[in-house]
């Protein structure tokens, strides 16, 4: 790992100490995070409304130490509800993703 994903690794931990260790359950396993501040809308569906949540997860890549990282169309857990991840992405030092999630119940 590069001086700056060291840097990175270690100044995630504290944001993640500082929040009070967060987490998301993700295939079984429990994963400290750092959730970005979500959002739920009411959706008019047929039907009637469906209720729709976004959140975003940071999460270090350090965490997956069998190297197998979510992916999009998984579903995870946060605060006891159920997300589907709409998108992965990696930033440049290969340190930490953000997980852009959606509710599991979206159409794709």
Known sequence: MSDLGSQIESDLQAIEADMGSQTIIY???TYVCTPATG???LILD???FERQADLVI???MSLFTDAVYPAS???LTYNSKSYR???VREDATHTFMKL???SATRGS
Do not use: L
Request: glycine share 10%; net charge neutral.
């Open 39 to 41: 959002r739920e809308t």
């Open 58 to 60: 940071t999460i270090r």
């Open 73 to 75: 169309q998984e579903k």
């Open 46 to 48: 047929v039907g009637g």
């Open 27 to 29: 295939k079984t396993e």
């Open 85 to 87: 991840i709409a998108d």
């Open 100 to 102: 852009i999630c959606v």
